[in-house]
């Protein structure tokens, strides 16, 4: 009796190695961040927060520090205030730069995001995505209106289109607790409005983009901002540069954020 063998069963290891052999024969690139004036600045990394759904590459570090950010990789400096991440995988990077101001002598803290979805299946907002003013008014007037735990509760950008708006929100607690004394928070997450029945709602749920516990003297010396030229930072398998101009002065104000107090 002629026996006849099926392939059928192969079929799935075959795929799995041709998918394997694809994603390690992906070259790595390589992401320049040119600064024009790196005076002060003592780190240059990238962020990989969220997988292509929106939701968290790593649960939120509940014993995160303010001047110790967990970076999927950091930059060297090369010289002429360029800053370069060689073999840098293929993906979306938030730009984060560090140091201590040459001027005020204080740490600062300059980052990027992506408004990440707050519900599933919905898409990525970038975050140089805006809304109009009657939105903003409402939603703004919303926030300061109601009830938080924390005291402090600043929507610092806001972009979306017709159906949803996201707020990249700062949160800091900085009032006595009987926690530990001289303890606060600051927080920063992403909320949703959406346009439900002739009106703007807020979704319940949020996304929570860090949280750290530490002394309020210590977080009222640092310069904490958001840029969005530093967000959604697409590295493939080609060179990618970045130019950046770090904001010095009257330009600091421009962005949105924690400042010393």
Not at 47 to 59: E, I, M, Q, T, V
Not at 108 to 127: C, N, S, T
Not at 211 to 226: A, E, G, K, N
Request: proline content about 7%; hydrophobic content about 40%; overall charge positive.
């Amino acid at each position: 009796m002629k026996v006849v063998r099926s392939n059928v069963a192969l079929l799935p290891v075959v795929l799995g190695l041709v998918l394997f052999v694809a994603q390690t024969c992906v070259d790595a690139a390589t992401l320049t961040v040119d600064l024009g004036d790196s005076r002060g600045v003592t780190t240059v990394g990238v962020l990989r927060r969220w997988d292509r759904d929106g939701n968290h590459r790593r649960p939120v570090d509940p014993k995160a520090k303010i001047d110790a950010p967990l970076l999927q990789a950091t930059a060297a400096a090369v010289g002429g205030n360029r800053w370069i991440f060689a073999d840098l995988p293929p993906g979306k990077y938030d730009l984060l730069i560090m140091g201590r101001d040459p001027a005020k002598k204080g740490p600062f803290r300059i980052e990027g995001w992506e408004y990440a979805p707050v519900l599933e299946f919905d898409p990525f907002f970038p975050a140089r995505a805006t809304t109009d003013q009657r939105t903003r008014k409402f939603v703004t007037d919303h926030i300061e209106k109601s009830r938080h735990f924390e005291n402090k509760v600043v929507p610092l950008y806001l972009g979306g289109d017709k159906q949803a708006v996201r707020v990249l929100v700062m949160l800091i607690r900085d009032k006595p607790t009987s926690y530990k004394p001289g303890a606060g928070t600051i927080r920063h997450e992403i909320w949703q409005y959406t346009y439900k029945y002739g009106g703007w709602q807020k979704e319940k749920r949020t996304k929570v983009i860090d949280r750290i516990l530490l002394q309020v003297s210590q977080l009222r010396r640092w310069t904490w901002l958001w840029d969005a030229r530093l967000g959604g930072i697409e590295v493939k398998d080609s060179p990618v540069t970045v130019e950046y101009q770090l904001p010095r002065g009257s330009d600091e104000k421009k962005l949105k954020g924690l400042y010393p107090y």
